[in-house]
């Protein structure tokens, strides 16, 4: 493996990339997204699946991104430039990292916007803004906070300040710093709901709901939901891996730290399902509402229960917390190529980025009112920024990482990076050229 590059930032610790990592994995998906993708999948049944499909495919391309990254220590698309060449490959394999750092660029300016509701919503909660709401009330505040371009545009511009001010503050000082306050204030505060969770009525069902699978219930359609999602929820192919292993130390344990990763993230995801699902089946509500169980369905229940202003606040800063340690991992590569080529110093780089980002934010979040008539293809900007990303740049980005670790990368050189006995690289190997690119390729072929 090639010497590190002077002069480029490095993770202060393995505890400090640890929790970085996990912080990108952790996001809306594992907060918002799982749990009402395990309500509409038929429970745990999905989970079933979910988990394999993350052991299986997961493991094998986060590895393979960081992997990527260390050996190249620059930015995605250097980083895949100078590995080509280094290793007698087609030039081609640079869109790799190009395709990575635009799905990230892509992604944020709509991830923004939903961050941007989160914080919104934080500040009604903890004004009590959800006492005594009911159905009708609930439905009309997030109908309401959509079709003002002026809100929206408010909380996007706070939501992208807070993300901006912590990339600019370096790996270390910045992204690394950041992941040590809010990943373990994540943790209390969803042990705190799951621990709510847990003294309500609900909270039985629950159990049986995400860990008693009924595989009657298993159809073609919940193994793509939890083979997208696996993919998905590791921020995979947005660049991000690539540009977090490019600061990472060769004494790492790729494998260990995948792992630990992963488990991490299911865990969180999980515990976002025990502290959502007891609210939900002890007021009698469907745990298959969707998209808005989040931002409809629990603002009802938390203006009715006791204490349901401070439960409010808790779940909100959760969900926030997730997102901006989600937004920072998306911000990175494009301030990292912007370092790297040109004279822009690290606030420079942050700033010219997020203003173009949050100029995309802007275009993104007006196709909810003023631009709503405004299609592409038959989507509104926000849809197809969302299409565009998931769709094609994300799978086709991990497709290509996996693919070029797997079969471009010299075989003993890889071996030895990942310690791994003979039997153990075979595995390996495996997995890396054949089990993980067929996974991501029905996920693409499927989401088409």
């Given at each position: 493996m090639s010497a590190l590059k002077q002069g480029h930032g490095q993770w202060s610790s393995r505890m400090g990339f640890m929790l970085a990592a996990v912080g990108s994995a952790v996001g809306l998906g594992n907060i918002w997204k799982f749990p009402y993708m395990?309500?509409?999948?038929?429970?745990?049944?999905?989970?079933?699946?979910?988990?394999?499909?993350?052991?299986?495919?997961?493991?094998?391309?986060?590895?393979?991104?960081?992997?990527?990254?260390?050996?190249?220590?620059?930015?995605?698309?250097?980083?895949?430039?100078?590995?080509?060449?280094?290793?007698?490959?087609?030039?081609?394999?640079?869109?790799?990292?190009?395709?990575?750092?635009?799905?990230?660029f892509l992604i944020l300016s709509f991830y923004s916007v939903i961050g941007g509701w989160a914080l919104s919503y934080l500040i009604d909660a903890m004004s009590g803004g959800f006492t005594g709401m009911d159905k009708d009330a609930a439905g009309a505040a997030f109908s309401g906070m959509l079709g003002d371009p002026g809100s929206l545009t408010i909380w996007h511009t706070a939501f992208m300040a807070l993300t901006a001010g912590v990339v600019a503050m370096g790996v270390a000082g910045g992204l690394e710093r950041a992941s040590k306050i809010l990943m373990p204030a994540l943790g209390v505060l969803l042990a705190l709901m799951v621990g709510y969770g847990a003294a309500s009525d609900g909270f039985g069902r629950a159990l049986e709901y995400l860990f008693a699978p009924d595989f009657s219930k298993?159809?073609?359609?919940?193994?793509?939901?939890?083979?997208?999602?696996?993919?998905?929820?590791?921020?995979?192919?947005?660049?991000?891996?690539?540009?977090?292993?490019?600061?990472?130390?060769?004494?790492?344990?790729?494998?260990?730290?995948?792992?630990?990763?992963?488990?991490?993230?299911?865990?969180?995801?999980?515990?976002?399902?025990?502290?959502?699902?007891?609210?939900?089946?002890?007021?009698?509500?469907?745990?298959?509402?969707?998209?808005?169980?989040i931002f409809v369905t629990l603002p009802l229940v938390f203006g009715k229960i006791t204490g349901g202003v401070i439960l409010a606040g808790m779940f909100f800063l959760l969900l926030t917390f997730a997102a901006l340690t989600s937004a920072?991992?998306?911000?990175?590569?494009?301030v990292e190529l912007l370092q790297e080529r040109t004279p822009l110093g690290r606030v420079g780089a942050t700033l010219l980025a997020s203003a173009v980002i949050w100029a995309l934010g802007i275009a993104a979040l007006l196709s909810f009112n003023v631009w709503s008539d405004v299609l592409i293809f038959g989507n509104n900007i926000f849809d197809l920024l969302d299409k565009l990303t998931s769709k094609f740049l994300l799978p086709l980005t991990a497709l290509g990482a996996v693919l070029f670790v797997g079969w471009c990368l010299d075989r003993d050189s890889v071996r030895d990076e990942l310690n791994l006995s003979s039997g153990g690289f075979a595995l390996w190997n495996l997995v890396v050229r054949f089990v993980a690119p067929i996974g991501v390729l029905v996920v693409f072929v499927s989401s088409l």
């Open positions: 395990v309500g509409q999948s038929g429970g745990a049944a999905f989970v079933a699946v979910y988990l394999i499909c993350i052991a299986m495919i997961g493991l094998p391309i986060i590895v393979a991104e960081w992997m990527i990254g260390r050996r190249g220590q620059k930015n995605p698309i250097n980083t895949m430039a100078d590995l080509a060449a280094a290793n007698g490959r087609s030039k081609g394999w640079v869109m790799v990292g190009v395709s990575g750092t635009l799905a990230g298993l159809t073609g359609e919940v193994v793509l939901a939890a083979l997208g999602h696996a993919f998905f929820t590791l921020s995979l192919g947005m660049g991000v891996m690539i540009a977090y292993g490019s600061y990472l130390g060769e004494k790492v344990d790729l494998l260990r730290a995948a792992r630990t990763v992963a488990i991490m993230d299911t865990v969180i995801a999980l515990g976002a399902g025990l502290a959502i699902f007891p609210i939900v089946f002890a007021n009698g509500l469907d745990p298959a509402a969707g998209p808005g169980l920072i991992s998306l911000l990175e590569p494009s």
